[in-house]
């Protein structure tokens, strides 16, 4: 009786095993992960279809947010030899990571219609996912009400002066504060990376790198740094405390959608979550320097590479193209998942009105790059994030946050 | 195959060899499962880890591994942020220990006494166990940001309104504290109310008949007789305050900054968050396992330490 109970379990056992083993696939599966699990729904279903016209499986897996880091998810899929074919970088630093299966696409149909693919030394390499653009966003019925006319807000006394006004007149606005601004745990983004980008790119023309490379070399224009540490603490300094310090991007985008605040420091992005908002919006520039700049900042924020060791390489090319050149891909990129398209083919228009406004902004040309992905993540996280936090709970004065910036910049030159 | 038959036969002629044999065989094969699984997720990737603490292992399309010696471990120990992590994870889990025992030790002795409803109590107490730690975090980020100053701005207390205790390093380490005492406080007790229910209820009588007072009763009968329970539990909290992880990533998120050795840096990331985070932020794969293998070395020693101190307090019957 024993012994036909062990052999049991042990037939169980191998049973169980056994069980586990993939069954032979014959239909191409491309396996596509992504890092914006809002347009998760869109592209799932863009998927469905896709798979339905063509045949074509396509495997899409959205790992982002708070909940799922994509970098931990892909270092996984590395060490099991499951590498999706499909997958985002969104800079120099990831691009590090994963340099060496990334396929050269400087062959494809697309390069042609876009100005923002990912290029390293001469070959296209990464699919723009979309145009995205960042500036102070504003409340259009509000600032009409406090008679302040947004196309003059384009330096910094401008914003010193509309701030203010604003802050004057708080209770007749119903507003808590002047700006939505966040600079604590978890937001270091928002200024470690997108505030930061002022200091490197705005006012300088699009594409060119001679102010961040020098900020780079650890060679510091003392000006400009000093012009862009006043316009940082003007922002704090008409912040709310509570959604500045300890805020997190549900605070900080309600306090914008609820009419607490007249700005918002954040990009087109937030129009998903702008959805009910009943008043009227779009970007005005940054006022970091007393000079007049007038634009905002647009520039892909992520783009897709392929997997040259992919057993579906063909197939996955063929995937990026359909979402570029057929109705199909069109609808799911701009009406469905809201996007701004990196594509001059492409005529549909995003709802949103903030990626309206990037969208117009580009029309005229008045736009600025993002240069702060020249600086490593870690050191915009690590090193300039936590000054960024200091200055944001009063705990050092602007020439204090000149100079904590200043060794940074310094020490991350050597 | 031949050479297991003739083990078989030559079992076959000795049938009390054999039941041993047998015997020796179930307990490897029931024990297989587990030591199986163990070794796999433990054992092996352990190994590997310390092989890779002294590679520059990426975790990712790399080029070549190579073998750097021991620049992870100086790196490490350079690091400003890892040294601020490893002085702020000390202090948090003195103050954790403390409070968690205090307060664990405390309920234990209000839930064994003859309160009425003490069951509804003891189940009470021991519900924000089962709650993660990462909803548990938002949970209290709200209460801290939103709720405490609220009540505080009522009551008049408006020092409270204006300082958040999550927007400064320092209050921010004791709301963790507060927050893990709160999830932790009632698993201890249970633990500690098995202990307390042991306690020979003679001796207690005895003492009492002798004329020793409440307080001579508990300093002299049942500290001592609980003490094996304090061996457990001081293990469990040192163990579970050092290695800290949901409860930082979600309460504080490892800020807010603060100033160390002239540098801004994250004010209350703990170890297990530094070194999560020098694998996701910084990208250095090697540094944060070479990393983590000084964190176990410290973990190891400190809770040998402690048990081998709190064994020698133990008292037997």
């Known amino acids: 009786m024993k012994k036909i109970l062990t052999i049991i379990s042990m037939l169980l056992v191998v049973l169980s095993l056994t069980a586990c083993a993939p069954k032979e696939e014959e239909q191409v599966v491309i396996t596509f992960k992504q890092n914006k699990p809002e347009i998760d729904e869109a592209l799932q279903a863009y998927a469905a279809a896709y798979e339905e016209a063509t045949g074509v499986k396509v495997n899409v897996v959205s790992c982002g947010g708070g909940s799922c880091v994509l970098g931990d998810m892909l270092k996984a899929d590395y060490a099991a030899g499951e590498m999706p074919d499909i997958f985002p970088i969104d800079g120099p630093d990831s691009y590090k990571q994963w340099e060496a299966i990334v396929a050269d696409l400087s062959a494809e149909k697309w390069v042609d219609d876009t100005s923002v693919e990912y290029v390293v030394d001469g070959k296209v390499v990464g699919f723009p996912v979309a145009v995205e653009g960042w500036g102070m966003a504003y409340n259009a019925d509000l600032l009409a009400k406090a008679g302040i006319d947004p196309t003059t807000l384009n330096n910094y006394q401008a914003y010193v002066d509309a701030f ?30 997108h505030n930061f980008n002022s200091l ?31 316009w940082v603490n003007l922002l704090f300094t008409y912040a709310d405390k509570t959604v500045l310090t300890t805020g997190n991007y549900d605070s900080q985008v309600g306090a914008f959608l609820n009419q607490k605040a007249v700005f918002l420091h954040q990009g087109n992005w ?46 996955a090319l063929d995937f990026l193209n359909n979402m570029v050149y057929t109705e199909l891909g069109q609808k799911y990129m701009v009406e469905d998942a809201g996007m701004i398209p990196a594509f001059g083919n492409i005529k549909l228009q995003p709802k949103g009105k903030l990626s309206q406004s990037v969208q117009s902004w580009t029309a005229e040309g008045k736009v600025y790059s993002w240069n702060q992905y020249l600086f490593a993540g870690e050191f915009r996280d690590n ?3 936590p000054i960024y936090d200091q200055l944001a709970q009063g705990a050092v004065s602007v020439d204090e946050f000149v100079e904590l910036f200043k060794t940074a910049l310094t020490d991350n030159a050597k | ?102 307060i664990a030790f405390s309920l234990a002795l209000l839930v064994t006494s003859q309160l009425k409803g003490r069951n509804i109590y003891r189940a009470g107490f021991f519900l924000p166990n089962i709650i993660g730690g990462i909803i548990l975090g938002y949970i209290w980020q709200f209460i801290f940001n939103y709720f405490v100053p609220r009540i505080a701005t009522m009551a008049g207390f408006t020092y409270l309104a204006e300082n958040l205790m999550l927007g400064n ?84 998120n490892g800020g807010p900054s ?24 910084s990208l250095n794969t090697a540094q944060a396992q070479a990393k983590a293998i000084i964190f176990f070395l410290v973990l190891v020693t400190f809770s040998l330490i402690q048990v081998y101190v709190s064994k020698k307090r133990e008292v037997e019957l």
Do not use: C
Request: charged share 15%; proline share 3%; no cysteine.
């Open chain 2, 1 to 102: 195959m031949s050479k297991f038959i003739n083990t078989f036969k030559k079992m076959g002629n000795d049938s009390l060899n054999q039941d041993k044999r047998n015997q020796k065989f179930i307990f490897w094969l029931f024990l297989f499962p587990s030591l199986f699984s163990f070794a796999m997720v433990q054992i092996i990737p352990f190994a590997i880890g310390i092989y890779y603490s002294f590679t520059n292992w990426s975790a990712t399309a790399q080029f070549s591994i190579d073998f750097v010696g021991l620049k992870n471990y100086f790196d490490a120990f350079q690091d400003p942020a890892f040294l601020y992590a490893t002085i702020i994870t000390s202090v948090y889990t003195i103050l954790n220990i403390m409070l968690v025992n205090v």
């Open chain 1, 164 to 193: 203010a006004k604003l802050d004057g007149m708080k209770a007749e606005l119903g507003i808590d504060s002047v700006v939505s601004m966040t600079a604590g745990p978890g937001m270091y983004w928002v200024t470690a990376h």
């Open chain 1, 200 to 230: 490197l790119s705005n006012g300088v023309p699009y594409g060119d790198l001679s102010v961040a490379n020098k900020f780079l070399a650890g060679d510091i224009d003392e000006t400009r740094l000093t012009e862009y540490a006043n």
């Open chain 1, 383 to 385: 090193v300039l994030g």
């Open chain 2, 258 to 281: 603060t100033m160390f050795m002239g540098k801004a840096i994250k004010g209350t990331t703990l170890l297990a968050m530094n070194i999560s985070d020098t694998s996701t932020i």
């Open chain 2, 169 to 252: 390093s320092n209050t921010a380490i004791l709301a963790m504290v507060i927050v893990s005492t709160w999830q932790s406080a009632g698993y201890i007790m249970m633990i500690y109310v098995a202990a307390l229910q042991n306690v020979p209820r003679d001796l207690i009588e005895a003492a009492q008949i002798d004329g020793a007072n409440a307080w001579q009763r508990f300093r002299n009968i049942t500290i001592p007789m609980v003490s094996q329970a304090f061996t457990v539990t001081l293990f469990l909290t040192l163990v579970n305050s050092f290695k800290q992880f949901d409860v930082n990533v979600s309460l504080t």
């Open chain 1, 270 to 315: 937030v129009d998903g979550n702008l959805t009910e908002a009943t008043f009227d919006m779009a970007f005005a520039p940054h006022g970091s320097t007393t000079a007049v700049t007038d634009g905002i900042f647009v520039s892909a924020p992520a783009w897709y590479v392929v997997n040259k060791d992919s057993k579906n390489y063909q197939a």
